[in-house]
C-alpha cells in the first residue's frame, strides 16, 4: 500500500502538472535479511488528457522522482521513474474522481541485495479538488475559408464566368465576347455580297437591288429577309447599317460606292417594315476594315458586303 498528497495544476485543459509525495512500508522478504522496509517519494508527474471535461477522460502519466529508502542495510536516495494510463471523471463543479495504473521503477542498489534495482506495478485512486477558475475549453479552429471559385461565378451578369471575365463590371445589356469585353456584334449578312462596281451611282431604289446584288438573287434576298425577321422577333435592339468595298477603284470611288450599298440595305429594311429609329446609318467605310484577302477574286466577293452592327 502507498499513500500520498500532490499538488498542481492543468496548464491546458489536456495537460496538467503535479509535485507529489508519497509513502510505502513493508515487510522485507526473509531470504532479503527480513525486517521493515520503507521508502518515500518526491518529484513531478505529468498527465495528457483526451476527451472533454465531464467525461470519462483517459489519459496517459509520465513521472519522474527522488526516493529516499529506509531500511536496516542502508538508507539512502536513488532516482526512480514512472509510466502508467489513467481515467479521470468529474463529479462534482470542483471534485474530480481518478483511478490510474502504471509501472515504477527505482535505481536503489541497496535495498535488495546484488541488485541494481527493482519496480512495481502500482493500482492507484485518488480524489482531485480543483479550486479557480477551470482552464478554458480550446477554441474550435476557424473553418477554412470557402475556396472562391470563380468558374461558378458571374458578378456582372454577362454570361461569361469571372474566371475567364477580363473586363468585370460591364454594363447590364452589354453585348460581349468570350472573354467578357464588350464587342461589335454584326447580324450576319454573308452571302450578301454586290457585283463588282455595282450599284452604279443612282442605283439607290429599292427596286433596283436585283440588278446590284450577287447571283443568285433570291437567295441575297432571302439573307435580307432573315434579317428583318431577326430585328422583328427583338424590336428593343437598334443596329448601324455599314458598307464596305473591295480595293479595287479608287478610296474616293469606294467611299461612295460602300455608302451606296449600305442605303440599299437600308432601304430594304425600312421597305419591309423597320422602324428608321432602330436603324444607324446608313454608312460607307470604302476600302477600310476588309475581312478577308483583297488579292483573289474570292476574296474581294467576301469584301463587298453589308453589315448589320449591333448597338450597344
Wanted: aromatic letters at 10%; charged letters at 25%.
Amino acid at each position: 500500500m502507498y499513500y500520498g498528497l500532490a499538488v498542481g495544476r492543468y496548464i491546458s485543459p489536456h495537460a496538467s502538472i503535479d509535485i507529489f509525495a508519497d509513502r510505502t512500508k513493508r515487510d522485507r522478504d526473509r531470504r532479503a535479511g527480513g525486517g521493515n522496509w520503507s521508502n518515500n517519494s518526491v518529484g513531478v508527474a505529468a498527465r495528457f488528457y483526451a476527451g472533454d471535461w465531464n467525461a470519462w477522460r483517459p489519459y496517459l502519466l509520465a513521472g519522474v522522482m527522488g526516493s529516499y529508502h529506509n531500511n536496516r542495510n542502508d538508507d539512502g536516495w536513488s532516482p526512480a521513474a514512472e509510466l502508467g494510463a489513467g481515467l479521470s471523471k468529474t463529479i462534482t463543479d470542483s471534485s474530480d474522481f481518478r483511478v490510474e495504473a502504471g509501472y515504477r521503477y527505482d535505481w536503489d542498489d541497496k535495498s535488495q541485495r546484488k541488485e541494481d534495482g527493482y519496480g512495481d506495478w502500482f493500482l492507484g485512486f485518488s480524489i482531485v479538488s480543483r479550486f479557480g477558475e477551470p482552464p478554458a475549453k480550446p477554441v474550435p479552429a476557424a473553418a477554412p475559408a470557402p475556396v472562391n471559385d470563380c468558374s461558378t461565378k458571374d458578378s456582372d451578369g454577362d454570361g461569361v464566368n469571372d474566371c475567364d471575365d477580363k473586363c468585370p463590371g460591364t454594363p447590364a445589356g452589354t453585348m460581349v465576347g468570350p472573354d467578357g469585353c464588350p464587342q461589335k456584334v454584326v447580324i450576319d449578312l454573308r452571302g450578301v455580297n454586290f457585283k463588282f462596281d455595282y450599284p452604279k451611282k443612282g442605283h439607290v431604289k429599292a427596286e433596283e437591288i436585283a440588278k446590284a446584288l450577287a447571283e443568285p438573287t433570291s437567295e441575297s434576298l432571302a439573307i435580307l429577309d432573315q434579317a428583318v425577321d431577326t430585328l422583328k422577333r427583338y424590336p428593343d435592339v437598334k443596329v448601324t447599317v455599314a458598307g464596305y468595298t473591295d480595293s479595287i477603284g479608287t478610296d474616293e470611288y469606294n467611299q461612295a460606292l460602300s455608302e451606296r450599298r449600305a442605303q440599299i440595305v437600308y432601304d430594304y429594311l425600312v421597305k419591309h417594315g423597320i422602324d428608321p429609329s432602330r436603324l444607324q446609318g446608313p454608312i460607307g467605310h470604302g476600302e477600310n476594315d476588309p475581312i478577308d484577302t483583297n488579292d483573289t477574286p474570292e476574296g474581294r466577293a467576301r469584301n463587298r458586303r453589308t453589315e448589320l452592327q449591333v448597338q450597344q
